[in-house]
């Protein structure tokens, strides 16, 4: 079985690869292509890879290549990991939104919008490539916004062998059997909404549905700020059901703008020096003929960095570094085995049994009452016997429901402008997103992204 991965000159590529590592006689690994365009940076990360990986033997062939179509030749799966104009162009996308006293995010709102006008065409030709290449790939899209694009990749291109996936609803799954001491396939979590837009309804153990604990456990440790939980005391159990962590730009969105006015800059801007630090420490160790010991060591440091500082300017505060708290983060962390977790999973369920169950971004199919069929939607779904299928969820609250079907809207709104290059229809969709409050923002913040994006983006007419 062959693996591409799309975009693997990026930071997580080293954790990707020790996942496949481990995971790659479960899944029959015979070849594994990293592909990207960025030759300097490609070549940075292959050199922490080979660090990492040391002299161990994988067991399956490693190639990696900047051509695309040699990557994809022959592929069973391919992963979609990718980010169009690199930081640079994520910074354009959150700042210029704050311009406007509109909330700057990589995914959410307007950041998502001219990350995905961005994306869409580029994703399109892949996905050309890899019918021609490697007809019959499944394609696993990391890329973000994640729904956004495996919506375009669905029901524009007609690919129905693509599966969205984001790490931040499967780690709710295991962080709540981690606090529960048990393991996630003890457990079957009920999940709905969209990408970065959802809710976890049902968690069932042994028969039995134990939500209400699991809101006692996190009403009684929230001001301990556990990740993925930034939410003031009461409100999850006022709702009663637990948000993704992305609903706080949605609940708390005047707070998190008055964050980012104190902080000055946006989590872009943030981390882009620890990114520039890790790529020159890693180039420097590379001419220095450094061991292994000094890639690994450059490569902790960065993560420890990033991982610090989530969340931080958005919430107004850092992680609790407290022993107990670390404690309980370190059990949640250890717990959540993401992106490349979730990727092998869905590979050794469909390659293999036994069956197993997800929280993936998939057609909708009638899972959720209210939602289009094709609308691709963020869901707890079976994987097995070669197909992937959503559960059903019924009836949702109309909160939920009306939340959702505004930014479903505003995501096919966003496909249609990126493949029609369409102006009106980039400012209707960026005017329809609930966190923009008016079309003259929208307007004057797409005005923006156009000048500042350059060729990056698409040529609105």
């Known amino acids: 079985m062959k693996l591409t991965i799309l975009g693997a000159a990026g930071v997580r590529t080293p954790l990707v690869l020790q996942s496949i590592i481990a995971n790659s006689q479960q899944v029959g690994l015979s070849e594994l292509s990293l592909m990207d365009v960025d030759s300097r940076r490609l070549d940075l990360i292959r050199a922490a ?21 040699r990557a994809v030749w022959g592929a069973d799966f391919v992963i979609t990991t990718f980010r169009v104009g690199e930081m640079e162009s994520r910074l354009i996308d959150e700042q210029v939104p704050l311009k406007y006293g509109v909330l700057g995010q990589e995914t959410t ?19 050309k490539l890899i019918r021609e290449e490697a007809p019959g ?11 956004i694009i495996t919506e375009a990749i669905i029901n524009v291109a007609g690919y129905r062998q693509a599966i969205g996936i984001c790490d931040n609803p499967p780690s709710m ?34 028969g039995k549905d134990r939500l209400a604990e699991l809101i006692e456990v996190i009403e009684s440790t929230i001001d301990t700020h556990l990740p993925g939980l930034p939410f003031e005391p009461g409100y999850i159990r006022m709702l009663g059901m637990i948000p993704n962590e992305y609903n706080y730009f949605y609940t708390n969105t ?9 902080a000055g800059q946006s989590r872009a801007k943030q981390i882009m020096p620890f990114n520039t630090d890790l790529y020159e420490n890693l180039d420097q160790l590379k001419k220095d003929g450094a061991p292994a010991v000094g890639f690994k060591t450059a490569y902790l440091e960065y993560l420890a960095r990033r991982g610090e500082t989530y969340m931080s300017i958005e919430t107004g505060h850092k992680h609790d570094n407290s022993l107990e708290g670390q404690e309980v983060r370190n059990r949640i962390e250890t717990s959540a085995q993401g992106y490349s977790g979730v990727a092998l999973d869905v590979i050794k369920a469909l390659v293999h ?27 707890t779904s079976y994987i097995g016997q070669g197909t992937v299928r959503p559960l059903a969820i019924g009836r949702i609250p109309d909160h939920a429901l009306g939340l959702m079907k505004q930014v479903k809207e505003y995501e096919k709104l ?47 007419k």
Request: charged share 15%; aromatic share 10%; net charge negative.
């Open 109 to 127: 709102g307007p950041g998502g919008f001219a990350m995905a006008l961005r994306t869409i065409p580029v994703v399109l030709d892949y996905v």
């Open 414 to 460: 966003t496909i249609r402008a990126a493949v029609e290059k369409s102006y009106t229809l980039a400012l209707k969709a960026l005017a329809q997103h609930p966190l923009v409050p008016s079309l003259q923002a929208a307007r004057s913040i797409l005005d923006d992204y156009c000048k500042q994006h350059g060729d990056y983006f698409p040529v609105l």
């Open 353 to 379: 049994p036994p069956a197993s169950l997800s929280i993936l971004n998939i057609p909708n199919q009638g899972a959720i009452m209210g939602m289009e069929a094709d609308d691709v939607v963020e869901v």
């Open 137 to 147: 790939a499944w394609i696993l899209n990391f890329t973000n916004p994640a729904g």
């Open 49 to 69: 890879c080979e660090a990492l990986v040391g002299e161990q033997d994988t067991g399956f062939k490693i190639n990696w290549t900047l051509d695309a179509r």
């Open 173 to 206: 799954w295991r962080a709540a059997a981690a606090l529960f001491n048990d393991t996630p396939n003890e457990f079957l979590v009920e999940y709905f909404g969209l990408n970065h837009l959802g809710w976890m309804r049902a968690i069932f153990h042994h």
């Open 254 to 262: 005047r707070q998190v703008m008055e964050n980012m006015k104190q």
